[in-house]
Nanobody, 114 residues
Framework: EVQLVESGGGLVLPGGSLRLSCHTS????????MRWFRQAPGKMPEWVST????????YYADFVEGRFTISRNNSMNTLYLQMNSLKPEDTSLYYC???????RGRGTQVTVSS
């Protein structure tokens, strides 16, 4: 059974940081590109970042503006998203997904508020 389980979300002040994790199992993580998405209530899902299977190539949405870093540890089948300088508009449910789009996690809530 394929599983993707996110963690690390929470409530943070504007300007703060969070590190999201996505623990995976049930598929060959080391051969899979991975993505982070986010979805705010009442809005469409929004792509955040992509990383290739070996972690050498990354892509980010324009709104990231150098604040987020995607990474992975293939020996631990885990994907990460380091988020710095968080803004209230970053408030959303963040979830990870295989590049193919076939599998995704349920997400972890990030709330940026004073």
């Amino acid at each position: 059974e394929v599983q993707l389980v996110e963690s690390g979300g929470g409530l943070v002040l504007p300007g703060g940081s969070l590190r999201l994790s996505c623990h995976t199992s049930g598929f060959d993580f080391s051969r899979s590109g991975m993505r982070w998405f986010r979805q705010a209530p009442g809005k469409m899902p929004e792509w955040v970042s992509t990383i290739n299977s070996v972690g050498t190539t990354t892509y980010y949405a324009d709104f990231v503006e150098g604040r987020f870093t995607i990474s992975r540890n293939n020996s631990m089948n885990t994907l990460y998203l380091q988020m710095n300088s968080l803004k209230p508009e970053d408030t959303s449910l963040y979830y990870c997904a295989e590049y193919s789009g076939n599998n995704r996690g349920r997400g972890t809530q990030v709330t940026v508020s004073s």
